[in-house]
């Protein structure tokens, strides 16, 4: 058995088999994961565990997702799997009317346009008050301290966040900007690799959002920042956006495929891709893993998926098409039946009518949890809500301005999402042995 503290060590072979009695995280990020493991050595359980690891990651990946993202989660626990969208919503003052009398053409990727109400903190709220043993205080303490004393930043993190800077330093130039540089490149640059960073503001927004259970966030003296900033500067957010806003627990999708389930959250999101692709490749033969026929059909199941996500994927109550006739084994058939010896350049088919960080943890009890969060395209929209470490994201950039889209903007939807959690099950017989 390897103990904990193995469980995270960057340098362990990718390819290495790891077993575990008491519990489990991965991470891309070792300070995040070593979050997660705390809190499991402290008596939490995997939900626990999750909740310190993506909270951890808004510290010490920030150039990946933050307080201001949105996150899906799939929970295992007791033999049931449960979904959790905390994707949110546009706000009510985000309407296709006002962008084209503002002359928008397309959804821009900067500024308060694409900015959508953010989901995370209440999805760790309610991750925790649903199935959490430890209290949130106790699951955020461990990300509060990075951001209080700081970490030295890692390679990948520094390398992203100098991209950013650099990136930002030629397109931001509006005043409603000159946050991010004040709250991530306080010296006039970004911080190194091997540097040690901290932010005392992310500190006391994290530890606001643990003492409230993030009802600070949605109705608080967080929410009054949030809503003087966007108002400040011409937003469309406002605080009535976020007290209304709850995450929805979902009921997962899923397919079978060659012998296993795989499961994802049912769209906004669009794990409904993964799905369908699936779906098209289980009618072919693979002899060959690893051969050019095998890869053709993979990757031209999988254009044929994406552009049909693209097409009907949305917030699920605007849908044209329901995700069980986008499953069919027929539509399937159909597709399949599309893929031919050459490439072909995908359209989207007729269905029957009818940026970004993830982990995973596991217990001794047998819960396990499937995570993604993320503030999209990096830092996410270039707003950083003053004094907080707030950095909204960006996701409204997925909704369309065509008044014919299934996708397109409208107040109170959620758009298109790009990040999904998936999780994986397998019925297993056992038979009594024989006397």
């Keep these: 058995m390897l103990n904990f503290d193995s469980l995270y060590n960057p ?46 990651l808004t510290v010490v990946e920030p150039t990946s997702n933050g307080i201001g993202g949105d996150a899906f989660v799939l929970v295992w626990t007791k033999g049931q799997l449960y979904g959790l969208n905390a994707s949110g919503p546009a706000p009510q003052l985000l309407t296709l009317q006002a962008l084209e009398k503002a002359g ?17 903190p209440a999805a760790w709220a309610e991750l925790s008050a649903r199935f959490g043993k430890l209290s949130l205080s106790e699951v955020i303490a461990p990300a509060i301290t990075y951001a209080e004393q700081g970490f030295p930043l890692s390679p990948t993190v520094g390398r992203s ?33 091997g540097e040690l960073w901290q932010s005392l503001d992310h500190a006391r927004t994290l530890q606001a959002i643990a003492e409230t259970k993030a009802r ?25 956006d976020l007290e209304a806003y709850t995450p929805e627990w979902v009921t997962p999708i899923n397919i079978n495929y060659r012998g296993y389930d795989v499961w994802e959250i049912p769209p906004n999101g669009h794990g409904l891709v993964a799905l369908m692709a699936l779906n098209i490749l289980k009618g072919f033969d693979f002899e060959i893993k690893e051969s050019p ?5 993979q990757i031209e199941a999988l254009k044929l998926a994406f552009v049909d996500g693209k097409r009907y994927i949305a917030d699920q109550s605007k849908m044209q098409y329901r995700i069980q006739d986008l499953l069919s084994d027929a539509y399937a058939t159909e597709r399949r039946k599309e893929i031919g010896e050459r ?24 819960n396990m949890v499937s995570y993604i ?18 950095s909204l994201h960006n996701r409204g950039n997925n909704f369309s301005l065509n008044r014919n889209h299934v996708n397109c ?22 038979l009594a042995p024989s006397e």
Aim: proline share 7%; aromatic share 12%; no cysteine.
């Design 11 to 56: 340098y362990v072979s990718r390819r290495m088999t790891a077993y575990a009695k008491n519990g489990m995280v991965a991470s891309a990020q070792p300070l995040a994961a070593e979050a997660g493991l705390s809190i499991l050595r402290k008596g939490g359980n995997a939900i626990d565990a999750a909740i310190a690891t993506a909270v951890s």
């Design 216 to 240: 600070s966030f949605y109705g608080g003296v967080i929410a009054d920042k949030i809503d003087e900033f966007s108002k400040k500067y011409g937003g469309y957010l406002r605080k009535d």
């Design 104 to 120: 928008y053409k397309e959804m821009p990727i900067y500024g308060w346009v694409p900015v959508t109400v953010p989901g995370a």
């Design 373 to 390: 969060q993320s503030n999209y395209m990096g830092f996410g929209s270039g707003l950083v809500v003053p004094e907080t470490g707030i």
């Design 293 to 297: 026929d095998s890869y053709h059909r």
């Design 343 to 366: 490439a072909l350049m995908p359209e989207p088919g007729n269905p029957p009518k009818g940026g970004t960080v993830y982990l995973a943890t596991a217990d001794g009890e047998g």
């Design 161 to 193: 966040w100098e991209n950013a800077f650099n990136r930002y330093s030629l397109e931001l130039k509006e005043e409603q900007f000159k946050y991010w540089f004040s709250t991530f490149a306080p010296q006039g640059r970004a911080p190194k690799i």
């Design 409 to 430: 903007l409208e107040p109170g939807k959620r758009p298109y999402h790009t990040i999904i959690p998936g999780f994986l099950t397998k019925i297993v017989v056992l």
